[in-house]
């Protein structure tokens, strides 16, 4: 039996981008800084359920309720958020809808968080310290740790983030800690 040669093609980080990934990403990183997504987010950091388009024009005098209204349509068709009954119960990194993630922010005020990548990242996007609370998606035990604008407290060397495709929404991601 001889020796199997296999030859393996080298190929740059530039050839192996996917073109229509890139173009999505980089429209929905420039929907993330549009006035109506920005109201949005302060208001899920300051409102504890799902969040009413009027609490949302209130905060843009210079918007009508019906653009503010066609912008979330277009926010929810690229999957920035999630429309519900004239409510947006999403808006990633939150949730209206509970969830196994709940962050506390030093006020008191507790959200829920999408999702544990979601949830390790609202300290550093509203540069205030968290306190997360879930549970371990192995064997169930309770978790919790502190996050500050710059990552993770000492102390959490143990916990890890999993991360892995949902079968039933392939365009999402579902993690747990």
């Known amino acids: 039996m001889g020796v199997r040669r296999v030859e393996l093609e080298i190929k740059t980080a530039d050839q192996l981008v996917d073109p229509s990934l890139e173009a999505r990403g980089a429209a929905r990183r420039e929907a993330r800084l549009t006035d109506v997504l920005q109201a949005v987010l302060r208001a899920f950091r300051?409102?504890?359920?799902?969040?009413?388009?009027?609490?949302i024009t209130a905060t843009l005098p210079g918007c009508t309720p019906a653009v503010v209204q066609d912008t979330l349509v277009a926010?929810?068709?690229?999957?920035?958020?999630?429309?519900?009954?004239?409510?947006?119960?999403i808006a990633y990194p939150f949730s209206a809808i509970p969830t196994a993630f709940t962050v506390g922010f030093a006020?008191?005020?507790?959200?829920?968080?999408?999702?544990?990548?979601?949830?390790?990242?609202?300290?550093?996007?509203l540069g205030e310290p968290v306190h997360i609370r879930s549970q371990c998606h192995d064997?169930?035990?309770?978790?919790?740790?502190?996050?500050?604008?710059?990552?993770?407290?000492?102390?959490?060397?143990?916990v890890m983030v999993?991360?892995?495709?949902?079968?039933?929404?392939?365009?999402?991601?579902?993690t747990s800690l």
Not at 140 to 156: F, W
């Open 46 to 55: 300051n409102w504890a359920g799902p969040v009413p388009l009027e609490e």
């Open 75 to 89: 926010l929810d068709k690229e999957d920035l958020i999630q429309l519900r009954e004239g409510r947006v119960a």
């Open 107 to 125: 006020d008191g005020a507790e959200r829920y968080a999408c999702c544990a990548v979601d949830a390790l990242g609202m300290a550093p996007m």
């Open 139 to 158: 064997c169930q035990a309770r978790l919790a740790l502190e996050v500050g604008p710059d990552g993770v407290d000492p102390g959490s060397e143990e």
């Open 162 to 174: 999993w991360v892995g495709n949902r079968s039933d929404e392939p365009s999402r991601i579902t």
